[in-house]
T-cell receptor, first 113, second 112 residues
Framework: DTEVTQTPKHLVMGMTNKKSLKCEQHMGHRAMYWYKQKAKKPPELMFVYSYEKLSINESVPSRFSPECPNSSLLNLHLHALQPEDSALYLC????????????FGDGTRLSIL | EDQVTQSPEALRLQEGESSSLNCSYTVSGLRGLFWYRQDPGKGPEFLFTLYSAGEEKEKERLKATLTKKESFLHITAPKPEDSATYLCAVQMRETSGSRLTFGEGTQLTVNP
């Protein structure tokens, strides 16, 4: 079992809906990440939080809004998504600093109708 | 341009047939290289971190090695449960934080 927990596992939403993805870790990691992964492709970095502050935004459209309420939780708020946003959304966490391995959750499979 | 290339794209082995996966990189300054395993419908599972040329790490049937231009993941006497996509990722010196650049992965199938 992974130590990074993501909910829900599956999500189907319409283009006008608002939903949120949740991620939780209790490993004491102070860096947390959101990735998007399309089928047969590697994960693509979206956001990085370091000590609960947004440190990297990879030019992600504003219809994706991240939030880090505390050191254990990471949310991704979704609004007015497009069909091309359908993908596996992965959360990861790591200790702060260079060369710390990132530990991934099993993702949320998102489908946009 | 910084690039990470994995080969082959797909590999089919018979159980017990050893082989190697390759990850070559052309980056201006490598801080480190990571290997991950990903099963269908799951998130990547961390396997190894390699920091410097000549370094080797082992775990069960897997051994990862690093040179100045590439890394190999050697699989000795694989079993069907080793079937997965293997991803390598590099962290470059000039990038901030823990940004990783992933290769496209090698999909390994081990037949019984």
């Amino acid at each position: 079992d992974t130590e990074v927990t993501q909910t829900p596992k599956h999500l189907v939403m319409g283009m006008t809906n608002k939903k949120s993805l949740k991620c939780e870790q209790h490993m004491g990691h102070r860096a947390m990440y959101w990735y998007k992964q399309k089928a047969k492709k590697p994960p693509e970095l979206m956001f990085v939080y370091s000590y609960e502050k947004l440190s990297i935004n990879e030019s992600v459209p504003s219809r994706f809004s991240p939030e880090c309420p505390n050191s254990s939780l990471l949310n991704l708020h979704l609004h007015a998504l497009q069909p091309e946003d359908s993908a596996l959304y992965l959360c990861a966490s790591s200790q702060q600093g260079h060369l710390r391995p990132q530990h991934f959750g099993d993702g949320t499979r998102l489908s946009i109708l | 341009e910084d690039q990470v290339t994995q080969s082959p794209e797909a590999l089919r082995l018979q159980e017990g047939e050893s082989s190697s996966l390759n990850c070559s990189y052309t980056v201006s300054g490598l801080r480190g290289l990571f290997w991950y395993r990903q099963d269908p419908g799951k998130g990547p599972e961390f396997l190894f971190t390699l920091y410097s040329a000549g370094e080797e790490k082992e775990k069960e049937r897997l051994k990862a090695t690093l040179t100045k231009k590439e890394s190999f993941l050697h699989i000795t006497a694989p079993k069907p449960e080793d079937s997965a996509t293997y991803l390598c990722a590099v962290q470059m010196r000039e990038t901030s934080g823990s940004r990783l650049t992933f290769g496209e992965g090698t999909q390994l199938t081990v037949n019984p």
